[in-house]
Each structure stands twice: as C-alpha cells, then as structure tokens.
C-alpha cells in the first residue's frame, strides 16, 4: 500500500498472487535494506510450493517498485527468513537445519545467486546433526519453524525455534556456536565441544508446545509455549498459555528485567500462546501478554527503555 503525506491511503503499490504457494508459517516477511550496499529496500519471504514433492523459494520484492527476484532453495524451509545488520540471510529447514548466505553481491547489488551454507557446519564440533535436537537427543528433530536474531553488549545471537525447543547461538571468533537449548522435558548448555544438561536454564514441560516466536527485549527471551491439560483435568479443559523467560547468553532466567513479580513462567490465559506486544507508556517498555483465549497480563520492564528504537515500523514511500 502506498500513503500520502498524511497517511491516509493513496493506492496500491503491488500485488503478488503466488499461486499454489504458501508460507512455511504464519509470519510477516522481513523488510531489509541493502547497507552498506546500494540502500535499496526489500521484501524477503519464503514460499513453498507442493506438488509430488515440495520446493522451496525465496522471494525477495524491491519495496518501491514491486520487481521481485525468486531464487529455488536447495531445502525444504521450515521458517521464515532473518536479516542480520551484515545482510546475511538464516533460514531454518524442514529437517532442523539452519542455512546461512549473503543477500549482497561483489557490486553492492541484490544477490541474484546465494552460495548457502549449513551453519551446523560453521560451528565448533561436536553440536548434533541439527539444531531442532541436541546431542542428547531429548526434544526430538524437528524443522525450524522460526528464526529471530539481537545484538546485545556487542554480540549477535540467534534464537532457533522447533514445536518443542528454543536454541540460543552467538557469533563469536570462531563463527556461530550454540550457547544452550531448552525444550520439552529438560534443557542443556553448550559446554566444551558438547551438550551437558543444565540446573540453570529453565526446562520446558515434557508436553510442552512452542507456539509462536519470541520477543527479545532487554537481553531477555520471551517464549509463548502451550500446555496441553492433563487426563485429569477432562476433555473440555483447555491448554495453558504461558511465557517462558532467558537470557540470551546463559539461558538463566532474567531477574529484574520484569520486575520482583515475575520470578519464572507467567501463565497468560488459555489456548495457544501468542507473541507479547511491545509498546512504550509513560517512559518504560510495557509487553501485554495474550492467548488465544483473550487478553492476558501486561510487564513492564525496569528502568528507562533501551536505548534505540524499542518497536518500529519502516514505512517506505
């Protein structure tokens, strides 16, 4: 869509029909820009198509004018794509891999061909055949239905999601390396070459659900998980909503970033279990918690908001 001065409505700028095609997950595409490079704007998504088998493409559409580039995956995607501030791309796959390339050609221009590389393979070894497990196997291979990334105190991290885990990992010197993982029944910590399970980061449920991407605010993860009722509980009771809190470097639990009330998983209401909006009121960033079942509570973090933006979006025109 297209806005005038005012922000009303002018027109409509482009339209996609990507016929028999659908996005591995419900998440908006990712909106990038070229910088350094030509600082042109794009729209990256991910699309796969089904007929005996299914490919997966990315789309990447230049904001402005509406001409879209399509490059055929060599993997069946899991996720939606994550932009990093280098313009490198990360994508996770059906089989619990992440894939890596760069969006930026030796001319500062839109890749039009990505070399794509398994980062599993770019970070010290031992770490498992892929990140929707762990070398201990707990949790089960799974595909990467989402990918979020922060820099935090200088460091980049990535947060990897399956139906029933959440992997944290850092660029350090030598490449991308998984700090600690958390998933259904129990939770481990990357140490020396191998996974060792861990007292200090909070494990999840052992029928736990993962159900839509974290928030990362503050250094801190947010994670919406659903729990199914227990056969006690009847046929008509409904599952749990609830957010899970990390940290990004350890996977400890976050204190005093949500204040003294929030000491460990906060229920917000039934059903599924959604992303907590971001919003800032009388100087301090307030997240409101929801599920499916409605409204669920509202945290605010302690003192003053980071510094930077704390929710946006880019409006282009």
């Known amino acids: 869509m297209q806005l005038t001065s005012t922000g009303a409505l002018n027109s409509e700028a482009w339209e996609q029909d990507n016929a028999n095609s659908i996005t ?74 992440v894939w890596m390339g760069s969006l930026l050609s030796s001319s500062g221009q839109l890749a039009t061909k990505i070399s794509w590389t ?15 497990t762990s070398a201990s196997t707990s949790g089960g291979t799974s595909a990467i239905t989402y990918i ?27 490449g991308w390396a998984p700090l600690w993982t958390s998933y259904a029944g129990g939770s481990d910590t990357f140490t020396s070459g191998n996974y060792v399970a861990s007292t200090s980061v909070a494990s999840l449920p052992s029928n736990a659900i993962v159900t839509n991407p974290v928030q990362i605010v503050n250094g ?53 279990a959604y992303t907590p909006s971001i919003s800032i009121m009388n100087g301090q960033l307030r997240l409101q918690g929801m599920g499916s079942g409605g409204p669920g509570p509202s945290m605010t973090t302690q003192g003053p908001p980071p510094a930077g933006p704390a929710s946006w979006r880019e409006i282009f025109y």
């Open 24 to 97: 591995p997950n419900p998440v908006a595409p990712v909106i990038f820009r070229l910088v350094p490079g030509s600082g042109t704007a794009y729209e990256a998504a991910v699309l796969n198509t089904t007929t005996t088998t299914t490919t997966s493409a990315l789309v990447m559409t230049n904001v402005a004018t509406g001409v879209a580039d399509t490059i055929t995956l060599p993997f069946v995607a899991g996720s939606q794509p994550y932009v990093d501030d280098s313009n490198d791309i990360f994508i996770g796959d059906n089989a619990g891999n």
């Open 118 to 132: 398994p980062l599993n393979n770019t970070a010290p070894s031992p770490i498992g055949t892929n990140f929707g």
């Open 148 to 174: 979020d990334g922060a820099y935090y105190n200088g460091v980049e991290y990535l947060t990897l999601q399956s139906p029933g885990r959440v992997t944290t990992l850092q660029d350090g010197a030598n």
């Open 220 to 272: 801190a993860i947010i994670l919406p998980v659903s729990v199914p009722p227990s056969a006690a509980a009847g046929t008509c009771a409904a599952s749990t909503a609830s957010y899970y809190f990390y940290t990004l470097d350890s996977g400890g639990f976050p204190s005093g970033v949500f204040g003294a009330t929030v000491a460990g998983p906060v229920d917000v209401g039934t059903g599924v």
